[in-house]
């Protein structure tokens, strides 16, 4: 089987600069050799090519509509190429706002997917109600059907329209989440496991349900997006929204232990790694190895180890 990182360089869907410098520091922390290791065939796209638009004005308090929705629109065309043509897809960001396209592109090939969005955040705010303006926090608004009529029409996103149900979409590390998003949560009847339900539950409880949740009806593709701010902000510093309380390690690698159990990851996003943000070269080596273990164990990678069929005993 062949994997393609995807790496599109790209930070318009927030406002702090740098996040776009991921995909190469997750790159040069040695993502391609590790996936090799793992036996994949592994085929590099390169950074997408992504234009700043001129006129981009505001719409109400959202920047960059017009940057971000293109953006998002070429990164749509690759990722359904990639899934297309048969293989494991994994997109470095950039920002969250990327999932938009991600997912668009994974659903046109698949579009009986089901999305895992693990995040300190829910980014489920409509432009009516970010407090940021800010379009990574507002990616998930934009693929649920549910919200379909309380999103207005955002400038740069008329190639696409809304596909994804609420009942196909699990959130998983939830710690900082506006009052907005919670009562579309709580509205749409949303699963998820708030880091609450973590230290309650268990993680593997709580992948238990997820996965129950999401594949007992019928087996399917997965979605993994995974925003690296879900991790504890000791482990990952170098991201634009640190939230305190965030996944250990183990509780991290468990989550995509699981989903390669499945063996129906499609695709995986790994975003808001900003290499421009940590307070020295060690938090941010410490941020982009972390990316590489969580992407290495999401593709087959294991902590009790491994071998061929049928070895002997050297
Ligand atoms: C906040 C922060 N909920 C917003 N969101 C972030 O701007 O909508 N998402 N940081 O990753
Ligand atoms: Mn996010
Ligand atoms: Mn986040
Ligand atoms: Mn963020």
Known sequence: SLMRPKPPPFSKGQKRRGVEHGPKAIRDAGLVERLSNLDYAVHDFGDLAFKHLEKDEHFMHVPFPRTVGRANQLLSGAVSGAVGA????????GDHSLAI?????????CPDL???WVDAHADINTPLTSPSGNLHGQSVAFLLKDLQNKMPEVPGFSWMKPFLSARDLVYIGLRDVDPG???ILKTLGIQYFSMRDIDRMGIQRVMEVTLDHL??????????SFDIDAFDPSLAPATGTPVNGGLTYREGIYVTEEIHNTGLLS????VEVN????ATPEAVEATTSLAVDVISSALGQTREGAHIAFPKIP
């Not at 594949?215 to 993994?224: S, T």
């Not at 695709?267 to 790994?270: E, F, G, I, T």
């Open 215 to 224: 594949l007992a009806r019928k087996q399917r593709p997965i979605h993994l």
């Open 86 to 93: 048969g293989h494991t897809c994994i997109m470095l960001g």
């Open 101 to 109: 396209g991600s997912v668009e592109g994974h659903a046109q090939q």
């Open 114 to 116: 089901c999305l895992i």
């Open 267 to 270: 695709v995986m996003d790994v």
């Open 181 to 183: 998003e919670h009562i």
């Open 275 to 278: 290499p421009t943000l940590g």
